[in-house]
């Protein structure tokens, strides 16, 4: 088990353009979540999916983000339209049974420009 | 709404030394979950401890220990017998009901030789 996979690890984009992010989770965990980190901040929630059914959406998740899970494996998040607010650390992570806490993967860095 | 706070935005202890990290939550809640991730420099971020609310019992995970004070909703994690990898930033979290973990700003540890 190689743990949670997020590619790319750092994306450069110019304002306006659409990016698109990876996560493969494990392949044992049937949950997945989508969290934003900014400096000096800690993790906030955007989404969460079981299975490929996206549950739980924050209202941080404008109607520019769109997440999906096909066949419940690996999720993408796009981001359209991109704007310098969107510069953050986009953190990915699994689990089988939340009560017992996440695996996170190691991130990907967007930089908007 | 749920909030997590740590007071501490960094802190420091000798290598070998003991240090404890606070966290503060607000909750009407008597069923929930806590927990203290670690995030190395550049690096994913790990579970190091979490507790049940209705357990009395402290947790412990080797040298990493808590000390829950439900009824002041209080949360501190000890750190034993410091060593370098210790160093990274801290992050509480909790969570109840829904699956997502509600986060605070993170304490950042350094450890000196």
């Known amino acids: 088990d190689t743990g949670v996979s997020q590619n790319p690890r750092h994306k450069i984009t110019k304002r306006g353009q659409n990016v698109t992010f990876r996560c493969d989770p494990i392949s044992e965990h049937n949950r997945l979540y989508w969290y934003r980190q900014t400096l000096g901040q800690g993790p906030e929630f955007l989404t969460y999916?079981?299975?490929?059914?996206?549950?739980?959406k924050s209202r941080l998740l404008s109607d520019r983000f769109s997440a999906e899970r096909p066949k419940g494996s690996f999720s993408t998040l796009e981001i359209q339209r991109t704007e310098q607010g969107d510069s953050a650390m986009y953190l990915c992570?699994?689990?089988?049974?939340?009560?017992?806490?996440?695996?996170f993967g190691s991130g990907t860095r967007l930089t908007v420009v | 709404a749920q909030t997590v706070t740590q007071s501490q935005p960094e802190m420091s202890v000798q290598e070998a030394e003991t240090v404890t990290l606070s966290c503060t939550y607000d909750t009407s809640e008597s069923d929930y979950y806590l927990f203290w991730y670690k995030q190395p420099p550049s690096r994913q971020m790990i579970l190091v401890i979490r507790?049940?609310?209705?357990?009395?019992q402290n947790a412990t995970e080797n040298r990493f220990s808590v000390n829950f004070q439900k009824a002041a909703k209080s949360f501190s994690l000890k750190i034993s017998d410091s060593q370098l990898g210790d160093a990274a930033m801290y992050f509480c979290a909790y969570k109840w009901g829904s699956e997502k973990l509600v986060f605070g700003k993170g304490t950042k540890l350094t450890v000196n030789p």
């Open positions: 507790q049940e609310a209705y357990k009395q």
């Open positions: 999916f079981q299975n490929e059914a996206q549950l739980e």
């Open positions: 992570a699994s689990s089988l049974v939340s009560n017992y806490g996440y695996t």
